[in-house]
């Protein structure tokens, strides 16, 4: 387990502000980057995710949406971003049957929707994206390092708190 050397917290005020924020890091993020995300049903872990593919390069055809029955959406980009989400994962082979590991600290970018699912030193170095609604066009948003490659991406976003 990985101290976590850098944090920041901010809010959003309309879920645009949420995906530019997500945009931003999806235009510094390195391959083999994990972004795990933490948030009730509805926090904004998807629109964070558009964010993400649209800094990433994502075509603008391509509608990212949560993955539920499918599990892990792949999308072509400057790297490729793997979407998955957990919500309906509760039995640990399951991510083995998905194939989770096999992409996870590749070549690609893995944004995981309730990460909470897994054990925290399963998910190895990431990004921690933690989302709050204390109303219904505000997002507090949690962002914390965990490791040296996403302390030195984070490092990168300048981003105040
Ligand atoms: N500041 C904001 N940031 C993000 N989303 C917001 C904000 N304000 C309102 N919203 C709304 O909240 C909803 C967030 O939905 P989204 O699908 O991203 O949630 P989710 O966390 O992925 O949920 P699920 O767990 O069901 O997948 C959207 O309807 C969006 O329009
Ligand atoms: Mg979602």
Do not use: C
């Amino acid at each position: 387990m990985h101290a976590a050397n850098i944090k920041f917290q901010l809010t959003t005020n309309s879920p645009e502000e949420t995906r530019q924020l997500g945009e931003k890091i999806g235009q510094h993020i390195q391959a083999g980057m994990v972004i795990a995300l933490f948030g009730d049903l509805g926090s904004g872990k998807t629109v964070f995710i558009q964010g993400l593919a649209r800094g990433l390069g994502v075509p603008a055809d391509y509608y990212v949406t949560s993955p539920s029955y499918t599990l892990i959406n792949e999308y072509p980009a400057r790297h490729t971003l793997f979407h998955v989400d957990l919500y309906r994962i509760n039995h640990p082979m399951d991510f083995e049957e998905i194939g989770l590991f096999e992409i996870m600290h590749n070549s690609g970018v893995v944004a995981v929707e309730w990460a909470d699912r897994l054990q925290k030193d399963l998910l190895g170095e990431h990004v921690s994206v933690k989302l709050e609604t204390p109303d219904v066009e505000s997002r507090n948003i949690y962002i914390t390092a965990y490791g040296l490659e996403p302390t030195n991406l984070l490092k990168k976003l300048q981003i105040k708190s």
